[in-house]
């Protein structure tokens, strides 16, 4: 059952998410999303919060402490580029330094977290 649960919560986060770009396609003119961004997106999403139910699961605080200063980290990175280069489009630069630097950082927090365990399992 809680599998189940681990995998339920990020589908319907998921869905209830790709509604907002589902009503616009249908009431909003000049709003088209192709399928391939649907399921682009939906991917995207669904393996945040996949990745999030199993961090939270396994390793809470060094975990997503570290994914949140990596997003904070990447949002500097690209305000940079966006600054230096203003007529670039950076917006493949933006998913991957998001994806990169998020799961660097998760995993560095991961490392700091059980080092601290470590110390003070054997205080």
Same mark, same amino acid.
Request: aromatic share 18%; net charge positive; glycine share 12%.
């Given at each position: 059952m809680q599998n189940t649960k681990n995998i339920i919560r990020p589908l319907l986060l998921t869905v ?36 999030? #139910? ?16 990596? #997003? ?44 601290? #365990?470590?110390k003070r399992n054997h205080l």
């Amino acid at each position: 059952m809680q599998n189940t649960k681990n995998i339920i919560r990020p589908l319907l986060l998921t869905v209830g998410i790709l509604l907002i770009p589902f009503f616009g396609d249908m009431f909003v003119d000049g709003w088209n999303w192709p399928w391939t961004a649907f399921a682009f997106f939906g991917v995207v999403l669904f393996s945040a919060g996949l990745a999030y #139910e199993l961090a939270g699961k396994y390793a809470k605080t060094g975990v997503i402490s570290g994914f949140v200063f990596g #997003e904070i980290v990447a949002g500097g990175v690209i305000a940079t580029l966006r600054y230096l280069n203003p007529n670039d489009d950076v917006a493949g630069v933006v998913i991957i330094t998001f994806l990169i630097s998020g799961l660097f950082f998760a995993f560095v927090g991961y490392l700091i977290q059980k080092y601290f #365990e470590k110390k003070r399992n054997h205080l």
